[in-house]
């Protein structure tokens, strides 16, 4: 069992993690992604115990933007063919070592990324190479709350998660 109390950074990717992997055009060529709203509960708790997150993505899409601004993600980004030596820099400028980075991800273009990270999760439906290195695989699919879920087993295995859900939505549970 990894020891996350040192997460400080959880880098997520968007197709296939956060959506179904589907992507729709309409009639004036816009991209449309449909993202599952369970998930804000994971940025927004994760937040809370003061992990930001980093959603970098290959794509550029309007929508990913929109979404994750409402989700007030700290770091949006997009266009990232090679998200290895894009992470890898990201990490030196910021003098952040592996233990202290969580990655989601769920297929080849997100792994070499994740072999830079001290723990990684994916969805249910992630490729078989993504889930041999995974310390958590979610029972959720892509798109359907696995970003929540392993963001949850992420504060869980913290002692955190009743204190995040208690701050983030002053309930108890």
């Known amino acids: 069992m990894k020891d996350l109390k040192h997460i400080q ?3 997520i990717d968007v197709d296939g993690t956060m959506t179904d992997a589907g992507i729709y055009y309409d009639e004036h060529g816009n991209e449309l992604k449909k993202f599952c709203t369970k ?29 994750m601004q409402e989700m007030k993600v700290d770091y949006i980004v997009q266009n990232i063919k090679d998200k ?6 990201f990490m030196e400028e910021n003098k952040i070592v592996r233990e202290q980075i969580a990655y989601i991800g769920d297929d080849l273009n997100d792994y070499s ?14 490729c078989m190479e993504v889930k041999k290195i995974a310390d958590y695989v979610s029972e959720n699919k892509g798109g359907t709350g696995a970003v929540r879920d392993v963001i949850a087993y ?4 913290r002692g955190q998660w009743q204190q995040a859900i208690e701050q983030t939505y002053e309930v108890g549970i």
């Open 154 to 157: 992420i504060l869980k295995e």
């Open 9 to 11: 950074y959880i880098v």
């Open 113 to 126: 990324s994740m072999m830079l990270c001290g723990f990684v999760g994916c969805p249910a439906d992630a």
């Open 39 to 67: 998930d804000a509960a994971g940025f927004f708790t994760a937040k809370r115990m003061g992990i930001k997150t980093m959603v970098l993505t290959g794509r550029e899409c309007e929508a990913t933007r929109r979404r």
């Open 84 to 89: 290895k030596t894009y992470l890898t820099g």
